[in-house]
């Protein structure tokens, strides 16, 4: 096996009652999350909220949600617990090969472009609310088969999120075989790895991926996203969406000043531009490029 895991017990008979988030304190939440990470949290989220949260206030044995804003809001809290609230009120859907015309429109009419006008450049590529690593190994995946018919051709793939938990589990890069069914065949012999024990139903990503893919921590909120470098091609797919109009047009402004002219930047298909004063032109359903 790639990974074990220990289960716990709760004590027989005992019954515990969930502790109830009332709207005073589902505020200070709500607030608290869209001023820390911009994820807006409206009171049909009430539920949601309290529901996700119960698994914190059981950890740190506390029996009501004032006691767990108030440390929360501490400074202990804000160093100790504010990344655990976070991992738990993310939300992290994701796939393989999600919106494939994507990775389709990627290998057939941006990369080759891209090739005749870089020669011997290294491509840079960021997946931008990345999750478990389904999106950032896809395109690993994609961008190794383009290597393979392009001699010469380069790629480093930059994976963030705002959830440590994701993180770690996309780090392992080991999935259940039912994940990664929407992985072309050809694309599994290649690229994934079965346990030693096939009971387990289990694969791994190959070493030649995970090495071509850097993973850290990265909070939208953060003024200039810590980075030193422009990129070529930026994927923020169904992200955009868990925020407000003024911060989506913040957001995507951040991206274009971490956008090399004429670089790309693919948003998922529920996902607009539209009405955003943002200096970014349409080339594809939900594609749009930085002008030269």
């Known amino acids: 096996m790639y990974a074990s895991g220990a289960l716990s017990m709760e004590e027989p008979g005992r019954i515990e009652h ?20 911009g994820i807006k949290m409206p009171e049909v989220k009430k539920t949601m909220l309290e529901a996700r949260l119960q698994k914190r206030l059981r950890a740190l044995g506390m029996h009501n949600f004032t006691d767990y804003c108030d440390f929360l809001f501490s400074s202990e809290g804000l160093e100790k617990e504010l990344v655990q609230m976070l991992d738990m009120v993310t939300t992290n859907k994701t796939d393989f090969f999600r919106e494939p015309d994507h990775f389709h429109y990627l290998s057939q009419t941006v990369l080759p472009d891209w090739v005749r006008r870089h020669p011997g450049a290294t491509l840079s590529i960021w997946s931008a ?6 999106e950032p190994y896809t395109l690993a995946m994609v961008l190794s088969e383009f290597a393979l018919q392009n001699p010469g051709f380069d790629f480093r793939i930059l994976a963030t999120d705002i959830s440590t938990r994701v993180l770690e589990k996309a780090r392992n890069a080991i999935y259940q075989e039912s994940q990664v069914e929407p992985v072309p065949f050809e694309y599994k012999k290649k690229y994934l ?14 070493p030649e ?17 810590g980075m030193r470098e422009q990129l070529d091609i930026i994927f923020c797919r169904n992200v955009i969406i868990y925020f407000d109009r003024p911060t989506q047009e913040k957001l995507l402004q951040r991206f274009h000043r971490n956008m090399k002219p004429g670089s790309f930047i693919f948003m998922g298909h529920s996902e607009t531009l539209s009405g955003l004063d943002v200096p970014l032109v349409s080339v594809y359903p939900t594609v749009y490029r930085k002008p030269r």
């Open 209 to 225: 991926l995970r090495e071509k893919v850097r993973f850290r921590r990265l909070n939208f909120m953060d003024e200039d996203f």
């Open 193 to 206: 790895l079965r346990s030693k024990d096939r009971s387990s139903g289990m694969v791994r990503i190959v």
């Open 129 to 134: 609310g990345c999750s478990s690593g389904e």
């Open 18 to 37: 969930a502790a109830v988030l009332s709207a005073r304190d589902f505020g200070r939440l709500s607030r608290f999350i869209y001023d820390t990470c």
